[in-house]
């Protein structure tokens, strides 16, 4: 049976729930907004299955990809709708034109961010883009399964632990049939903060449109957009770049991250997924406005894969692709105002009002820190 001693050790994969056969686990979210297992101990039989897909209880070796390289999708605009370069959507619009399902996470009507599955190319836009706030599985698992019990083939893609939780669960005989996509992750956010930055952006208006990558400013210098219905009724956007959005700050800073992320279970392509995503940092020169993707090969499937789409492909160094990107290997720590800032969020209320202010305040790092942060740049001190 799960028990949780320590909130860092368990990543909110959900994989547990999936595989209980007497179904006694529920998710609960705590009061920082992230979902943890309940078990009914009362119907718990004991069997241990749940244990046994966890990818904390269960971490897979770290492996060196087989290759990395750098994909740009040839389409300007299927670039400009990525985060990266684009190569996700090149992966899943052969999936579906096969007959498969993607799964990927997607904002839900009121902007939460939950994972669902896609079966046509017109629906593939929703899981285009990333979304900074751990998305919710729901019955993604288990649809996906049932897909691949049904005999079709499925791309799966989330961040790392959830990638790792649902091979997990993959019987071997449907492997051949899974195409595991997962991104280089640095944590994932609050899905309570950012509901309550949203509300406060709209004005408690409703969500349209979301996009926490937006490249009007180029692919390096993204904003955050989103379109809403104001409460009067009136259709409006607001628009903030990157450095002016708290938003984007508290999470790189990692001011509300989930405790997981600190020590992350999946990290060094562990999760075995066949391709890993992310963005080719260290390239904002040759490609300026739409990006580049840099995607790592994880297998001979992944290899295949990345053959079969028509793309331009050109080999990276591992070595550059980390050097601008520590996230690839690394976990990064909470940030030391963390329990600050969730002790004082806890009186923000639905409509989000202050949750700026309160991130600009916390964010910044204590003086001492800051001070000796200077000394060790200045003088090279470890
Ligand atoms: C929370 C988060 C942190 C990230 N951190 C880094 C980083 O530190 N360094 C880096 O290089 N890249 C990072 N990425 C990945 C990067 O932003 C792109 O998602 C990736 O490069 C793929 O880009 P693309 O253009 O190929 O496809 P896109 O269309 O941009 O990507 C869509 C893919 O992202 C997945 N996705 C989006 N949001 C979520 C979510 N909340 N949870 C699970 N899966 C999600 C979708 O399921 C889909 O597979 C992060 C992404 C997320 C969501
Ligand atoms: S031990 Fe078995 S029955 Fe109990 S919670 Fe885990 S999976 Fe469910
Ligand atoms: S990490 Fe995943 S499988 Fe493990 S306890 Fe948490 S939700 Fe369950
Ligand atoms: S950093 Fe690790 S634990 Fe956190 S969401 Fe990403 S893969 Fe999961």
Redesign the pocket.
Known sequence: ??IIDKKSECSGCEA?AS????R??TFEADGEGFLYPL?DES?????????DVCPVENPRHPIAPRATFGVVNPNRAVRRLSSSGGFFYLLAVGIVERGGVVFGAAFDEQGAVVHRGVESIDELDALRGSKYSQSHIGSAYAEALQALADGREVLFSGTPCQVSGFLHLVPQEYRDRVLAVDIVCHGVPSPAVWRARLSEITGGGKPLKINFRDKRGGWAKYGLAVEYRRTDGVATESYTPKDKEPFYRGFVEDLYCRPSCAECPSKGFSSGADLTLGDLWGYEERYPEDGVGVVFVGSERGAKALESVEAEKFRVEYSEAVAHNPSIEKSNPAHPNREKFFSAFLSIGDEGKGCAALIDKNVQKPFTELVIGFVKRKFGKK
Do not use: K, S
């Open positions: 049976m799960i547990c595989v209980c056969p007497v006694c686990i078990v119907r718990c039989i004991g069997c241990g299955a749940c244990n």
